[in-house]
């Protein structure tokens, strides 16, 4: 089944059409009506849904501004759908919905999925969706890159294997040439850096900080300057509990307590509920006791020592230094010792890792010089059974004498990698820069095809190609605009035949005045005038069956009822259906 991309367009007050709708489908479109009807305004009209320039000329005498809107199919993962995806844009049901605005003034405007975008990114999703041909486009194939892309894609194994290979050698060399040149331009501030940790670490060393310290260190500064507080507070407490051996008749707790403990264990056999409070009065006693121990070896192990609470300040002072320069803590100022020994290890390393880089760099320089060899020998053979398959298909299309070349070639560098004696440039997909030639006729130089070809041959080299490569090249759908041009009869069939072969794997627009070429199509659209010569929404027809034959027929002898035009015309069609 063939994937199609566009399904409709709406174009409203684009030069002729007042307001018209285009109705595609999958497989081959053919576009006919009469010279001046407004044919090429369909093609106009897809290049401004494609991101193409915005001309003020094309809108519509009287008009404030032209409009195309465009229903297209995406596939679900494909790159231009996820490139939408990221601008915002909203699917509708599997389709994105792409519309154009020129103003009479010249300002453009573009929007998709129903986000407002810039018009460069329809221009992007153009590149993956349609290919465009006609008397002014360059778009696709024309690109050298977009050449060297469809030329690997039609060699297969034989490039696809060696470009893999390529491709990770060329990035593996990009990191190390990278790395050596952080190194060797880089290499007083990375000195200066070694120069700094050195400092901070010798200066952590000679503190010789321990996790928590600070912590413990503040603590103790804390206890011993309130020393005396703290012993008398201790003391005062030890007496209310246990008693004061100065005040022998004086009440304490531990007395309190057990006075009220020996009372309730004389009636504690009658009331077992007494029992339970007589011996939580009795675990209270016991805690009184262990508490009032406590606090007086608290009070005689206290220190009130002025050198120790001096040695320690200055212990803290230090820390303070450490913590200031180097991290919010003490354990801050540990881990920043860490990571700077290893860094300061890493750029102490510096010579011996440029020497191991220099040689891993150069080492990759000849491996990616023997697999870009590989790569051009390869893309050489393809180019000759390609170039060849042009040239046979150009000779049924009127074009018998052209002669189509690919020109693989590389560009001298002196900074590029050695390839036979040469040092040229190289890049993510190898050395070759691939450009299609066209000599058209005996005696002319090969020239790019962009340059060697008039509109009309260029359609047409371009039709060749597509059918070429075919399968290939994963544009989902062709539009050609004066394919055509210059040629009848024969050639003319020879054309509609191509084209019907293409929109096998693809979605084929074209826009044909030779009825040849519209006998092969599967739809058939007809663009006509209204009697005040605009194009109205009535003005674009599918046609069927007799109205078919009367639009060829007017295509072949310019009249639609002419018997002889008609029975000429039914052959077509038939002739058509048989060779599909």
Known sequence: MVLFVLEEMRIRSLGVIDDAVVELSPGFTAVTGETGAGKTMVVTSLGLLLGGRADPALVRIGAKSAVVEGRLTVPAGAAAALRAEEAGAELDDGALLVSRTVSAEGRSRAHLGGRSVPVGLLAELADDLVAVHGQSDQQGLLKPARQRGALDRYAGDAVSGPLDKYTAAYRR??????????????????????????????????????????????????????????????????????????????????????????????????????????????????????????????????????????????????????????????GAVLAWAEAGAARLAELEGDDDRLGDLTAERDALRTELAGLARELTEARAETAARFAAAVTEELASLAMPHARVTIDVRQTDDPDGVEIDGRTVAYGPSGVDEVELLLAPHPGAPPRPIAKGASGGELSRVMLAVEVVFAGTDPVPTYLFDEVDAGVGGKAAVEIGRRLAKLAKSAQVVVVTHLPQVAAFADRQLLVEKTHDGSVTRSGVQVLEGEDRVRELSRMLAGQEDSETARAHAEELLAAARTDG
């Not at 413990?216 to 300057?225: H, V």
């Not at 005062?236 to 309730?264: C, F, I, K, Q, Y």
């Open 173 to 330: 060399l990009r990191a190390v040439s990278a790395e050596l040149d952080e190194i060797t331009t880089r290499a007083r501030e990375r000195a200066q850096e070694a120069d700094m940790l050195r400092f901070g670490l010798d200066e952590i060393a000679a503190v010789e900080p321990r996790t928590g310290e600070d912590v413990e260190l503040a603590a103790e500064a804390e206890r011993l300057g309130h020393a005396e507080a703290l012993a008398s507070a201790a003391t005062a407490a030890h007496a209310a509990l246990a008693g004061n051996p100065e005040d022998p008749e004086g009440v304490d707790a531990s007395t309190l307590v057990a006075g009220a403990h020996r009372v309730l264990e004389t009636v504690r056999s009658h009331d077992s509920a007494l029992a339970s409070l007589a011996e939580r009065i009795g675990e209270v006693g016991i805690l009184l006791a262990d508490v009032a121990g406590e606090l007086a070896g608290y009070a005689d192990d206290l220190d009130a020592d002025p050198l120790r609470l001096a040695a320690v300040e200055e212990r803290r002072a230090a820390l303070t230094q450490l913590t200031r320069k180097y991290g919010e803590d003490v």
